[in-house]
């Protein structure tokens, strides 16, 4: 997905020459911190809720403070990855996209990236996650892969997440199956150190055994 594709219509960009008032009551409206200014087509920078109110009263021009404006941006054809790194680097509630002249086109909110990025890990789907714990020479997508078909369940999405200053790393997999248990105990067999796991079958699971227990209970 390229941030052009993840650009929100619902924004609109404010002006140098707009008055510092008008762009605080935009952020209420629009439930942000951060607002892009914009001197026709081409972009000045974003501006902060903290830099009205500590750089400017209310019914000046935002064009006062331009110079101290920072400029973060994406160009419209690059990865909706490079938005989330400057989200996490940054700390701001949007990101300006330019095209390749470097003309404003709109901004990507929180919102939009959230939702994009829910749509590919499959967070919305049923299923079941396994975290492994694991050296970085130790992993093998294919091993792994194979392990959970030989299981019939599909990998929907996998991510790697590091440790810091350590050669280890957490391995996330999202399965189709609500009850994944045949493909831990495989991924156990194998050696793999299974640090946590989320699955819906273990709480029909716990609900049964309960059953079972009752009913046996009553029998007696």
Known sequence: MLA??????????????DEA?????????????????????NYVGIISDLEIIDL???????????????????????????ALKLYDLL?????PVLDERERYMGVITQQKLLSYFSEIIDAK??????????????????????IAESNDAKI?????????DSTELDVTIKLNLQDASAVMQTLER????????????????????????????LNI
Request: hydrophobic share 35%.
């Open 4 to 17: 052009r594709d993840l650009i929100s219509i619902d924004i609109p960009p404010l002006t140098v020459n």
């Open 21 to 41: 008032k008008k762009a605080l009551e935009w952020m209420d409206e629009f439930k942000v911190s951060h607002m892009p200014v914009i001197e026709k087509t």
């Open 56 to 82: 400017v009263s209310p019914d000046e021009s935002i064009g006062k403070i331009r110079k101290n404006l920072g400029k973060p941006f994406v160009f419209e054809y690059q990865h909706a990855y490079e």
């Open 91 to 95: 700390k701001i509630t949007l990101i």
């Open 125 to 146: 789907d049923p299923g079941s996650l396994i975290v492994l714990e694991l050296h970085q020479t130790d992993y093998s997508l294919s091993q792994i892969a194979q």
């Open 156 to 164: 929907l999405s996998l991510f790697l997440t590091p440790h810091k």
């Open 190 to 217: 194998y050696g793999y150190i299974i640090k946590e796991s989320f699955t819906q079958g273990d709480s029909k699971k716990s609900l049964k055994d309960r059953y079972d227990s009752l009913m046996h209970y």
